[in-house]
């Protein structure tokens, strides 16, 4: 069986090319701060792609860089300044914070209104009710991708293996929502899954948001079922000049010819996540200033 390959740089290419027309109508340029607490090499990299995105297609950009010593309060105080900043629509922290930070506390601190992550409780019970608010950028942005290849998830059965607040809960819910994009039945699935591979390889589609590299292979995953990998893994690789290389949460090599579309990785999810968060942050600013921006 020939396996598509699900690739994330076009689609991100064509969310930029669309945010960049928009722009030319805008009342302002939409800003974005973002918060990267200590000294995470993986954090700093993501951070740095933020960037260049924001530079890319226009948008105004802050990014705090402070220290694994920073005080909560001191944080708390930052996101207060950014939530009265005129100039900031969207506001990120970056995860993980240091140990010791209160994530919660610190999510909460951010003003529903420029939660562009969509990690505010406000934001989340608005997915649950499935009301209008901002949506995770990871699980939007699969969304997006499956839409974009003509992938429809409508009445099919999808497999999450992942329970976490960023990807695997949001997207679950977003999947089973009566929507273009959704209207799947979706099966959330974590460590306490009963024979997990029984379950995934039943599935028409395959989620893995798990952190472990190549977890999941032919073995969980039927012939001809969708595969979404979310992983983004380092390992060793000691035939590379790095010594290290990216591996997903899904054995790709021993997928292809068995699964009919797969997101490869690095270049799969990973470039959806930052096209949804200065989608998100259009979104912030349309709000802010009372403007019909198309979204
Ligand atoms: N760390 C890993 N993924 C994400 C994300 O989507 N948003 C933030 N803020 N931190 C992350």
New binding site residues.
């Given amino acids: 069986m020939e396996t598509l390959r699900l690739k994330g740089i076009p689609v991100r290419d064509a969310v930029f090319s669309e945010l960049k027309n928009r722009m030319k109508t805008a009342p302002r340029r939409p800003g974005l701060a973002v918060l990267l607490v200590g000294d995470d090499a993986a ?1 700093a990299v ?1 951070v740095s792609h933020k960037e260049k995105g924001c530079d890319e297609v226009g948008f105004h950009h802050v990014t705090h860089r402070l220290p694994a010593t920073t005080s909560q309060d001191d944080v708390l105080a930052l996101i207060d300044e950014l939530n009265n900043d005129e100039a900031i629509d969207g506001i ?4 993980p914070l240091p140990k010791g930070m209160d994530q919660d506390k610190v999510l909460l601190s951010v003003s529903p209104e420029k939660d562009v ?1 969509g990690f505010h409780p406000v934001n989340l019970g608005r997915l649950v009710a499935g009301n209008p608010g901002f949506v ?3 699980p939007k942005g699969i969304l997006r991708m499956l839409s974009h290849y003509g992938i429809s998830m409508s009445g099919k059965s999808v497999a999450v293996v992942g329970r976490s607040v ?1 990807v695997g809960r949001p997207l679950s819910l977003l999947l089973s929502l009566k929507s273009e994009e959704g209207n799947a039945t979706v099966t959330m699935c974590h460590s306490g899954t009963r024979d997990l591979a029984a379950v995934t390889k039943a599935a028409d589609v395959v989620v893995a948001a798990i952190g472990v590299p190549r977890m999941i292979g032919p073995e969980g995953v039927g012939e001809g079922a969708v595969v979404v990998d979310v992983g983004i893994n380092r390992i060793d690789a000691p035939e590379r000049k790095s010594g290290t290389r990216l591996v997903g949460d899904v054995d790709f090599e021993a997928l292809v010819g068995h699964a009919s579309a797969m997101t490869p990785v690095p270049g799969g999810v990973g470039p959806m ?1 930052i096209a949804m968060l200065l989608e998100n942050t259009w979104e912030a600013m349309c709000r802010a200033e009372n403007f019909d921006g198309g979204v």
């Fill in positions: 954090s993501y990120l922290v970056q995860l992550d995770p950028c990871t960023i996540t």
